[in-house]
């Protein structure tokens, strides 16, 4: 079992940055890829980043490339996503989950355990 919660979440203008944590527990942190997603008001749920369980290997929509990054502590069981110039358009929930038996893998349906989210809102 996993249990992911994240934070960091908050409003900010456009042209700003934030940075959203997750805190794991449960199962060694190290042993496993993470994802974070990001849901829009009535839209599916999309790929944001991933991270392999060493840190070493990390991949990215291309919506977020270049702009947002994704880092993790495996002393201190936590993974961040860095964001910065954000849009309006990068307004949504952000949620990171879990790749049990993965490398950290862009579809939804591969990741095992998810967060609650956390509220990302760019204004104009």
């Known amino acids: 079992q996993v249990q992911l919660v994240e934070s960091g979440g908050g409003l900010v203008q456009a042209g700003g940055s934030l940075r959203l944590s997750c805190a794991a527990s449960?199962?060694?942190?190290?042993?496993?890829?993470m994802g974070w997603f990001r849901q829009a008001a009535g839209k599916e749920r999309e790929f944001v980043a991933a991270?392999?369980?060493?840190?070493?290997?990390?991949n990215y929509a291309d919506s977020v490339k270049g702009r947002f990054t994704i880092s993790r502590d495996n002393a201190k069981n936590t993974v961040y996503l860095r964001m910065y110039s954000l849009k309006p358009e990068d307004t949504a929930v952000y949620y990171c989950?879990?790749?049990?038996w993965g490398s950290g893998s862009d579809l939804v349906y591969e990741y095992d355990y998810w967060g609650q989210g956390t509220q990302v809102t760019v204004s104009s």
């Open positions: 989950a879990a790749d049990t």
């Open positions: 449960g199962r060694t942190f190290s042993s496993y890829a």
């Open positions: 991270i392999s369980w060493s840190g070493g290997n990390a």
